[in-house]
Antibody
Framework: QVQLVQSGAEVKKPGASVKVSCKAS????????MHWVRQAPGQGLEWMGI????????NYTQKFQGRVIMTRDTSTNTVYMEMRSLRSEDTAVYYC?????????????WGQGTLVTVSS | DIVMTQSPDSLAVSLGERATINCKSS????????????LAWYQQKPGQPPKLLIY???TRESGVPARFSGSGSGTDFTLTISSLQAEDVAVYYC?????????FGQGTKLEIK
């Protein structure tokens, strides 16, 4: 079955970087876009950006441009989200979520989430 | 950016009764070229990722119980649970995928009365 498995929880100090992974299985990796969404504690869902695993092209929401890099490794069917210059307000659960063959689609399934805590 | 506004923010419904959640977008989500509304609904239970319920505004995802239905077009959409079950307690989100940046409603918390 289609499955997205993310890396484990991280604790980082302000100013540091974090890299979260999302390993896909059960489908043709390069045929489906992958999105990243975050959720601060007790808050709603915030879309961060999208990567096309086929060519690696990305599109980030303006808020994260210059601070987030999304990459992929087709040899391991894994996408990565790296965020730099972390601040306390980046404390959140980060999800990867599969789109479809179009960059504009619903998300299904979602990874289990990775809690990133930023604290001094 | 397209702003998605859900109402109400929270809702308490008796078991077996109907629950209705509304979602309004700041611009139309209807693509004239294919006559489809680029809107989805998700259910999120505590400690879990969101789960897809509905896409294209009214198409139920495989495996989702028939008591869940979506309706609406353009800028006004509704998620209806026809007969509330205990396992439906969750936060529900609408999601527009008409254009980037993709945006979500703020969520509606559904509880048992």
């Amino acid at each position: 079955q289609v499955q997205l498995v993310q890396s484990g929880a991280e604790v980082k100090k302000p100013g540091a970087s974090v890299k979260v992974s999302c390993k896909a299985s059960g489908y043709t990796f390069s045929s489906y876009y992958m999105h990243w969404v975050r959720q601060a504690p007790g808050q709603g869902l915030e879309w961060m950006g999208i990567i096309n695993p086929s060519g690696g092209r990305t599109n980030y929401t303006q808020k994260f441009q210059g601070r987030v890099i999304m990459t992929r490794d087709t040899s391991t069917n894994t996408v990565y989200m790296e965020m730099r210059s972390l601040r306390s307000e980046d404390t959140a659960v980060y999800y990867c979520a599969r789109g479809y063959s179009s960059s504009l689609s619903w998300f299904d399934p979602w990874g289990q989430g990775t809690l990133v805590t930023v604290s001094s | 950016d397209i702003v998605m506004t859900q109402s109400p923010d929270s809702l308490a419904v008796s078991l077996g009764e109907r629950a209705t959640i509304n979602c309004k977008s700041s611009q139309s989500l209807l693509y004239s070229s294919n006559n489809k509304n680029y809107l989805a609904w998700y259910q999120q239970k505590p400690g879990q990722p969101p789960k897809l319920l509905i896409y294209w505004a009214s198409t139920r995802e495989s495996g989702v119980p028939a008591r869940f239905s979506g309706s609406g077009s353009g800028t006004d959409f509704t998620l209806t649970i026809s007969s509330l079950q205990a396992e439906d307690v969750a936060v529900y989100y609408c999601h527009q995928f008409y254009t980037t940046p993709i945006t979500f409603g703020q969520g509606t918390k559904l509880e048992i009365k």
